[in-house]
């Protein structure tokens, strides 16, 4: 990555922080479904609308962004001249809203047209809607989580993924899951401990806190899965390698990953190096 576009990553990671108070001060009131559905066929929520109108308007007015492309729409949208494209999941797990639990922004920064290889990936970042409002974001450097206060103020630390895990969220109906996944999903919760929230930014980064493993694998009749390669998979595998993790989706790395189609899904196992290695084994 050359200085110039450090300052431009450090340029949308500011722009994000700057959102992330004016999504969730808009959360009250639009838990609601639109009479909409987004690319990939999910019922859009007013929150999901109101985020992703947000993220494009502070991404988008950025120079150093030349494409906008969001889960929420069909096609990547120019913004202008600029070097680096922009993925972002702007309301990752909307639907917990109802319930009041956590939700999540996803981004990611690439020196690329859209749909691009996760190893176009130059910079990734979530920001976890809970008690708090974090940001964690990684580039080659490294990974640092912020705390947002509302007035915009941010305190830093570094984050690693602890040696020790701890923890395990799967994604889906166990009687959708495959026998491969269903023998190693049955030996991992004998030895770690289930949190799971519905959100995947929330289940990472519960995973990034205490060390474990994350999954939203294929299922029988939907062999990719649910999550979308480009806006979630991509971007969240590059945070957890950053931060000493390992990402697969059963047979490489997720950021081998290199979708023709914006919108594709992929089956996505992220956590700790020993714990991945077993999935990959084990979905061989
Ligand atoms: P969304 O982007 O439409 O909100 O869907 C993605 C969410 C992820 O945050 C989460 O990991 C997954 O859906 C949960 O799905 P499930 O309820 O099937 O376990
Ligand atoms: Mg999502």
Known sequence: MMMSDGVAVADVFDALAAAAPEIRAGFAGRAGETDDHNATGDRQLHADIHADEILRDRVGALDAV??????????VRDVGAGPLSVSVDPLDGSSNLSANNPTGTILGVYDAPLPASGRDLVAAAYVL????TTMVT???????RYTIASDGRRTDESVSLPDDPTVYGFGGRVPDWTVDFTDYARAIKDELKLRY???????VNQVLTYGGVFAYPGLRDRPRGKLRTQFEAIPMAYIVEAAGGSSTN???SVLDADPDDLHSRTPIYLGNDALIDRAERALD
């Open 66 to 75: 030349g494409e906008y492309a969001s889960e929420e729409a069909e096609h």
């Open 138 to 144: 990684a580039t080659a450097d490294g990974v640092t």
């Open 197 to 203: 929230s519905g959100a995947m930014v929330a289940d």
């Open 250 to 252: 059963g047979a490489h």
């Open 129 to 132: 809607y809970g008690p708090l």
